[in-house]
């Protein structure tokens, strides 16, 4: 094993590659220029981000290595983006403001508090709306969309709208969705 091998897997690498995070999510997020937080989350944090994609100012992300995001899919600012066990957005996905995606919590029974994880996976078209709160393991179907400050618990099939705390059936949403989402401003 070469040196920086052993360094990046040790308690230094650790605190250098936390310290770099910390950079970005107190002060790198908030360059006012997609372009360079792009480019920083590709590129010195490993977030797979597609074409036409935009992550607007603020957004907070947690292993962003383990984060994809699809074609044509926007996230508003203030939102948290948690890769620690995988986090998968589709293609034309509006994630809107302040929404929080966890894929770690504890386990409120267990005897040590451990941590226990699931990916998200959140399917094309699907619409999260603002203040949400999307729970670990938890998959939001193809065109299905959130209401605004609901909790997901449970996962939410193709084309339904669900909303309240824990997250209920409202209605079913129109699966004929041909849309592309494009949304860059400066100063986002």
């Given at each position: 094993?070469?040196?920086?091998?052993?360094?990046?897997?040790?308690?230094?690498?650790?605190?250098?590659r936390d310290?770099?995070?910390g950079?970005?999510?107190?002060?790198?997020?908030?360059?006012?220029?997609?372009?360079v937080r792009h480019f920083l989350l590709r590129y010195l944090y490993g977030m797979k981000i597609g074409r036409e994609t935009?992550?607007?100012m603020g957004v907070k992300v947690l292993s962003p290595q383990r984060?994809?995001?699809?074609?044509?899919?926007?996230?508003h600012f203030d939102c948290i983006l948690d890769g620690r066990s995988g986090l998968t957005i589709g293609k034309c996905?509006?994630?809107s403001y302040q929404v929080n995606i966890f894929t770690l919590q504890h386990d409120m029974d267990a005897p040590d508090y451990i941590?226990?994880?699931?990916?998200?996976?959140i399917?094309?078209?699907?619409?999260?709306?603002g203040r949400s709160i999307i729970l670990p393991g938890v998959t939001i179907g193809k065109g299905a969309v959130v209401a605004s400050g609901a909790v997901v618990t449970k996962d939410v099939p193709d084309y339904m709208m669900v909303g309240g705390v824990p997250a209920q059936f409202i209605r079913q949403r129109n699966p004929n969705l041909t849309y592309k989402l494009s949304y860059r401003r400066y100063f986002h």
């Open positions: 094993m070469s040196f920086l091998n052993k360094l990046k897997d040790s308690k230094i690498g650790q605190f250098c310290l770099h995070l950079l970005y999510n107190r002060l790198f997020t908030f360059i006012p220029s997609f372009t935009n992550i607007h984060i994809s995001i699809n074609d044509n899919s926007i996230v996905v509006d994630v941590a226990t994880g699931a990916p998200v996976v399917h094309d078209y699907a619409v999260i709306a």
